[in-house]
């Protein structure tokens, strides 16, 4: 993982992008501290920055790929990342609330003591994904494609999960309770007994 120390710090993310010369160019080794701006691009790409301190509230970040990049203490809630690519990406105490990912690829990264409620990875294939400490009240994984994806630890209470097989996900130390599946989908799920009774509600049986 990039390593802050190592990284030229900047003052201004619109800054870096507006000194892009083509399409072609990237934003790479920089250390974004203590800024507070709305960014609005399509298609550019961040690779070994770190980002701390930073508030990029309900900015839209566009089919934006983010390559081996750290996310420390930024508020990203409301931020459109659609159609994006996050490979080795660390998120740490971060704000996700409302916050959009749909469409994308999220690869060999880590959420972690993330504040998501309401957020939306709906559409978006999941390889290595680590959801530790997380707060995803009420998010939406809808029609994920999910390949080794741990939940630890999280409140994922009401989260709506149609259309993602969830075969193999662990949600034994999780909160599901409210939770959205359809019967399909919960084959080889990972729960414990109490959880087993609140699935079991999709297929109609009462437990008593």
């Given at each position: ?18 000194n892009l010369i083509d ?117 939406y994984f809808q029609n ?65």
């Open positions: 993982m990039v390593k802050k120390e190592e990284l030229e710090e900047c003052d201004s993310i619109q800054i870096e992008i507006n399409e072609y160019d990237e934003i790479s080794g920089k250390y974004f501290k203590n800024i507070n701006e709305y960014i609005d691009i399509q298609r550019v790409e961040f690779k070994g920055c770190y980002f701390e301190n930073v508030k990029l509230q309900e900015s839209r970040m566009i089919s934006t790929d983010f390559t081996n990049c750290v996310f420390k203490n930024v508020d990203l809630s409301g931020c459109n990342f659609s159609e994006s690519i996050f490979s080795n990406v660390m998120f740490e105490n971060c704000k996700l609330e409302g916050a959009i990912f749909t469409e994308g690829r999220i690869i060999d990264t880590k959420f972690e003591d993330i504040v998501g409620r309401v957020c939306n990875f709906s559409g978006s294939k999941l390889k290595n994904v680590n959801f530790i400490n997380d707060n995803l009240l009420s998010a994920n494609e999910f390949i080794k994806v741990e939940f630890n630890n999280c409140n994922l209470g009401s989260v709506n999960f149609f259309d993602t097989k969830l075969n193999r996900i662990d949600f034994r130390n999780s909160n599901i309770e409210g939770c959205s599946f359809k019967l399909n989908d919960v084959k080889g799920m990972i729960v414990t007994p109490l959880q087993a009774v609140e699935i079991s509600k999709i297929t109609g049986i009462i437990v008593k």
